[in-house]
């Protein structure tokens, strides 16, 4: 039974999707808005459970004090301190009062009732608290790190980009001409010194699109198709009960 | 003589193939910075097809028409995705087109929140009014985008900020998916690819994109397909966007942070470039003359 039903309602609703997709009658349209609705609601339960995941496992760590603890401590703290900024920040902040002189006085009796404007926490103009953090601390940390990535991008492709054969070649030239053609100014130069004064010649950024477009597309192509025809594969091993990861955790 | 002059060329070889990493840093370093305390340096901005034709969608949408943008990254891609936004909120709010912000990623409504106030107050256009940060919704891209398509109010029953939306003027024009217009979704990952494959494909709504550079040709199957009708390319594609607006007389002020950033952003692939040059001509020089050494080994080790 444990496994029968899951296998059922799995087969059942993934069926009934699939038809709703070709036939898009009336009760199989409001069974999709349904089932839509709560794909959403269960990703904010999914939301709500990496918010769990992410205190227990940094605070087992912390109380642990395993290896690099601190930055476990670091994370929890940060946590709290944006969960408090922007949830509770509307706590501290008056609600905007509306331009009419009625829905003034109506609004003034709902703020005595319920003194709290939630939207208010996150909106950054009128939580500076939270439009602080947001953009002087977590901002330029998160780009900080992406922009580490240059560097070592630079590192990498130097050891990496050699032309050790035909293939290796063919990818390097590939890749320096899209560099090129990517970076303004060398496409300025090469229209100035060549194309401008050849006709034949094409400008960079030509041969880079010609790149794209072309070979680029046709590769990329025949990766998407495998890639759906392998999705395709997964999906009706799935819906026929051959694979069946919604079981995972559960002795098959 | 001549032998310790061959090792010596190849210990020079193999020493540029072991290269310190710390040295190619300084000289990406200095590539990046010395430009941008250069401002007069700046560079022309050839225009690619992908940017004209999301110029052109835009442009051809009648005044007064929504349009969907997807805050679909977070502050990492900022420095990349951002003057894309800025520059589609200028071409928009110049001609009265309605933007409603949407994001799959939970940082993007605060990114497009600052950021649509910045250019809305440029053109004197109001929030609530000419625009709506609609904010994040978990769930993914089909149960978000294909709820949209049934009823806006029943995704987001309020803005970002928790306005109601019946206390929101602009949405009168934006009930379903089917009222909008274009939807761009810029993105350092495939959500253009999601927006095409359900606004598009399954509601019928043209849909533009705008990715970091490392994403770009992913998309290039899609523009040719017609599943996207423009898709801007890394901070150059942001760069074009506001050279058409320029050159376009749309706003002569638009050359932003994606065109300054050309110069240093040249100047890096340069740098790489050169590195990688001396890459290879080291690695061939080193195999030539450790062959030759390696040869004369083998000879007089033969004998």
């Not at chain 2, 250019?119 to 089909?142: I, R, S, T």
């Not at chain 2, 002569?252 to 470039?273: C, E, F, W």
């Amino acid at each position: 039974m444990r496994k029968q039903v899951p296998f059922l309602i799995a087969t059942i609703m993934g069926l009934a999707m699939v038809v709703q997709f070709f036939v898009p009658a009336h009760g199989l349209v409001e069974m999709q808005a349904i089932v839509l609705l709560y794909g959403r609601i269960i990703g904010a339960f999914a939301l709500i459970l990496g918010i769990v995941s992410l205190i227990r496992v940094n605070w087992v760590r912390v109380k642990r004090k395993s290896e690099n603890w601190p930055y476990a401590l670091i994370t929890i703290i940060g946590f709290i301190i944006m969960f408090l900024a922007g949830g509770f920040g509307g706590f501290f902040i008056e609600p905007e009062a509306p331009a009419g002189e009625a829905e003034a006085v109506a609004a003034a009796d709902e703020a005595a009732a319920w003194d709290f404007d939630f939207g208010a926490g996150i909106d950054q103009e009128r939580n500076p608290v939270f439009g602080w953090l947001f953009n002087y601390v977590f901002v330029p940390m998160d780009a900080t790190i992406f922009a580490l990535l240059a560097f070592y991008v630079a590192s990498a492709a130097y050891r990496a980009m050699r032309a050790r054969d035909l293939t290796a070649g063919l990818l390097l030239g590939a890749a320096v001409i899209v560099m090129l053609g990517r970076a303004s100014l060398a496409s300025f130069w090469w229209d100035q010194l060549l194309s401008s004064r050849i006709d034949i010649i094409p400008t960079l950024g030509e041969i880079t699109e010609w790149l794209m477009v072309y070979p680029n597309t046709a590769a990329k192509r025949g990766v998407y198709f495998g890639v759906g025809l392998a999705a395709l594969g997964q999906a009706i091993r799935i819906l026929v009960g051959l694979e069946r990861p919604y079981m995972a955790g559960t002795s098959d | 003589m001549a032998k310790q002059q061959t090792k010596q060329q190849g210990d020079i070889w193999s020493s540029l193939l072991r290269i310190d990493r710390r040295i190619i840093f300084v000289f990406i370093f200095v590539a990046l910075v010395v430009p941008f305390l250069i401002p007069s340096l700046t560079v022309p901005v050839e225009v690619q097809r992908p940017a004209q034709d999301l110029f052109d969608a835009v442009a051809a949408l009648p005044e007064g028409s929504e349009v969907i943008v997807s805050f679909d990254y977070g502050p990492s891609t900022i420095p990349e995705l951002s003057p894309m936004a800025i520059a589609l909120a200028r071409h928009c709010f110049s001609r009265d087109i309605r933007i409603y912000a949407t994001a799959f990623y939970m940082e993007g409504p605060a990114i497009g929140e600052a950021l649509l106030r910045q250019v809305a107050e440029e053109y004197g256009k109001e929030e609530h009014v000419d625009f709506v940060n609609l904010g994040f919704k978990p769930g993914g891209p089909p149960a978000v985008i294909m709820g949209l398509a049934s009823s806006v109010s029943q995704v987001f029953p309020t803005d970002k900020n928790n306005t109601p939306l019946e206390d929101i003027p602009a949405m009168q024009y934006f009930q379903k998916l089917t009222d909008i217009e274009l939807c761009i979704s810029l993105s350092a990952s495939t959500y253009p690819e999601a927006w095409a494959g359900y606004a598009w494909a399954r509601v019928g709504v043209p849909c533009g994109g705008g990715v970091t550079a490392v994403m770009a040709a992913d998309f290039y199957a899609f523009l040719d397909t017609g599943q996207l009708v423009g898709c801007l390319m890394g901070m150059k594609g942001a760069a074009e966007y506001e050279q058409l607006l320029v050159d376009n007389e749309i706003d002569l002020d638009a050359h932003g942070d994606a065109t300054r950033a050309m110069p240093p952003q040249s100047m890096a692939h340069l740098v790489i470039i050169v590195f990688v040059a001396i890459g290879n001509v080291a690695m061939y020089m080193s195999g030539r003359t450790g062959s030759r050494a390696g040869g004369k080994r083998r000879k007089s080790g033969g004998r």
